[in-house]
């Protein structure tokens, strides 16, 4: 029992849908500062690459202006602090591209792996982050680990792939001392952008790793229990136990309407014990009749006897009543199929109705209605009075 209990606590379930939302509404999201940190490298590098000689102009030329001054200006402080703001002022502006590319991919980088996302619940100040032992359980757990090793890696694998280039490059690096200025900027800027490259594919398989870890980790973090995942189940699909409690009221309250509108119909037809259809036919408001009640058994039985106490007429017809009780819900219209049969049972209830009107000899009930095969569901094996005689008051239960 208590391996069972504890094999039901295990985190073996993926995370449902619900249970993703609302880590995305935490801000909980699954991230990679690998990534974040090769497309700030890439995009920055790439600028300096293609822009950084109007960069190396500008900063050159602050530096030329900023240091061309003569004796008096030197001696003067409030000068020497309005020059300096000045160089810094266009210094900034010569960097701003670059800043604002490093601060739009460091934006844009983390939507590459979970989207757009913006989480106030991020923002709230959570103590259990300054707690000691809290801080000590995340620095010693598997992730931190983890962590750790990743870190481990990274350094050995970025270090060893500058170790190489300078080891590659150490004949062309001596070479630097004898070069002319121009010369030798020219070359440490080849030498740069080549390291820049090789750092860069470095970097990419790390981030070709660590992309499909970090989903992989943010799917384990957030998998559910099996006791979880029937918990959620009844928080968005409700106790079944009220939910059947929900269904049986609805049933007794669209019985209820239905029964309300026995007395109102124009026929009831039967066979005569386990079905009972209630039909009802406004000419100028309906299409074509309908069905306002059906029943079997006990609700059939409760529809005969609010028919007789209404006076509506009662016609035994078994195999029109299992079509219709087959084919047609409540409130919807009899099928196309039956119209025939249904209008001929209309027409004896009119003619009913002038008989009563006039006193005089009530009709006979039709005997031949023709219903299609295919409708008929056939008698039902418990209803021992399908295949019995008419009752031999039939007349007198009609005009009842």
């Known amino acids: 029992m208590a391996e069972s209990q504890q094999s039901d606590q295990e985190k073996t379930e993926p995370a449902s849908t619900r249970r993703l939302e609302q880590a995305r509404e935490q801000g909980q999201v699954a991230r990679s500062t690998e990534l974040t940190s090769f497309s700030a490298l890439l995009v920055s590098g790439g600028f300096l690459l293609f ?12 530096f030329r202006d900023g240091l061309a001054v003569d ?33 739009a991919i460091a934006l844009f980088a983390p939507m590459l792996l979970s989207g ?100 992989w980790n943010h799917a384990q973090q957030l998998r559910m229990t099996k006791d979880e995942v029937k918990q959620e189940n009844k928080e968005t699909e409700g106790n079944p136990e009220v939910k059947g409690r929900v269904r049986a009221m609805q049933r007794e309250m669209a019985r209820r309407r239905m029964m309300s509108a026995v007395p109102g119909a124009d026929v009831v037809i039967t066979n005569p014990t386990h079905y009972a259809v209630a039909l009802r036919y406004q000419e100028n408001r309906m299409r074509a009749p309908q069905v306002v009640a059906k029943g079997t058994r006990e609700v059939a039985e409760r529809i005969l006897e609010l028919a007789r106490e209404n006076q ?35 027409a004896w209830v009119y003619q009913l109705r002038l008989a009563r009107g006039y006193g005089s000899v009530l009709p006979g009930a039709p005997q031949t209605l023709v219903v299609p095969s295919d409708l008929d569901p056939g008698p039902d094996p418990d209803d021992e009075t399908e295949g019995t005689a008419p009752a031999p008051l039939p007349m007198a239960r009609v005009a009842a």
């Open 51 to 62: 822009a950084g000689a109007g960069l190396i102009d500008g900063l050159r030329r602050i």
């Open 312 to 346: 509506v007429p009662v016609l035994r017809a078994a195999p029109l009543a299992r079509a219709l009780h087959r084919h047609a819900e409540v409130g919807q219209a009899v099928p196309t199929a039956l119209y025939a049969a249904v209008a001929e049972v209309l």
């Open 71 to 103: 004796r008096s200006s030197a001696f003067d402080t409030s000068l020497a602090v309005a020059r300096l703001y000045q160089a810094m002022s266009e210094a900034l502006w010569i960097l701003a591209p670059l800043f604002a590319a490093a601060i």
């Open 116 to 215: 757009w996302l913006f989480s106030a619940e991020a923002l709230q100040p959570r103590w259990s982050r300054l707690s000691p032992a809290s801080n000590l359980g995340r620095t010693f757990s598997w992730h931190g680990v983890v962590e750790l090793l990743k870190a481990i890696m990274k350094t050995v694998l970025l270090g060893g792939v500058v170790v190489a280039m300078i080891w590659q490059q150490k004949d062309s690096m001596g070479i630097l001392a004898v070069e002319s200025l121009e010369g030798a900027l020219s070359h440490i800027g080849a030498l740069m952008t080549e390291a820049f490259i090789a750092v860069m594919l470095a970097m990419f398989l790390i981030v070709v790793i660590d992309v499909p870890f970090q989903l």
